[in-house]
Antibody, heavy 121, light 107 residues
């Protein structure tokens, strides 16, 4: 059974940093591209970042480019999102989601349940 | 960026009723659109991928169609367990973009 479990969220002050993790199980993690998606309270979904299976291709939303870094450790079956210079508008439920393949034009098929990040003083 | 316009934003329907939700994209994406179901407190679940393919394990009352830039999700006969939020996602090109969602409720 495919499982994605996010962790690392919490309350953080504006301007500070936080690192999210997504532990994958039930599939060969190193064969799949991965994504971070977020949903602010009462708002729609926003794609944040993607990384290919071998980390060769990485893409970011303009809203986080230069502040967030997506990475992965295939030996640990874990996806990461390092978030720096956090702003109140980064407050959201953060999901990780799997591409159906290495990346390319493939659907997002499995999602985690999400982890909450609150940026507030 | 590709814009995705989803309608309606909310929908009241009766059990057994046929339900249709639509997403329109701002440019051609071929069939690179997915539909998801999300219930409160749960992870989104993939229903339809590549616009028309039913995800394994999903009920056959769910179907997807598309024509040009217009995509539809249809539930042929609404069941109680279908009450949820539904949204679409275009995965043709980054930045990947989502429809705003449809909240499906019982009439």
């Amino acid at each position: 059974e495919v499982q994605l479990v996010e962790s690392g969220g919490g309350l953080v002050q504006p301007g500070r940093s936080l690192k999210l993790s997504c532990l994958a199980s039930g599939f060969t993690f190193s064969n799949y591209g991965m994504n971070w998606i977020r949903q602010a309270p009462g708002k729609g979904l926003e794609w944040v970042a993607s990384i290919s299976s071998s980390s060769s291709y990485i893409y970011y939303a303009d809203t986080v480019k230069g502040r967030f870094t997506i990475s992965r450790d295939n030996a640990k079956n874990t996806l990461y999102l390092q978030m720096t210079s956090l702003r109140s508008e980064d407050t959201a439920l953060y999901y990780c989601a799997r591409h159906r393949g290495a990346m390319g034009i493939t659907p997002f098929d499995y999602w985690g349940q999400g982890v909450m990040v609150t940026v507030s003083s | 960026d590709i814009q995705v316009t989803q309608s309606p934003s909310s929908l009241l329907a009766s059990l057994g009723e046929r339900v249709t939700i639509t997403c329109q994209t701002s440019q051609s994406i071929s069939n690179n659109l997915n539909w998801y179901q999300q219930k409160p407190g749960q992870a989104p679940m993939l229903l339809i991928y590549y616009a028309t393919s039913l995800q394994t394990g999903m009920p056959s009352r769910f179907s997807g169609q598309y024509s040009g830039r217009s995509f539809t999700l249809t539930i042929t006969s609404l069941e109680p367990e279908d009450i949820a939020n539904y949204f679409c996602l275009q995965h043709y090109s980054a930045p990947y973009t989502f429809g705003a969602g449809t909240k499906l409720e019982l009439k």
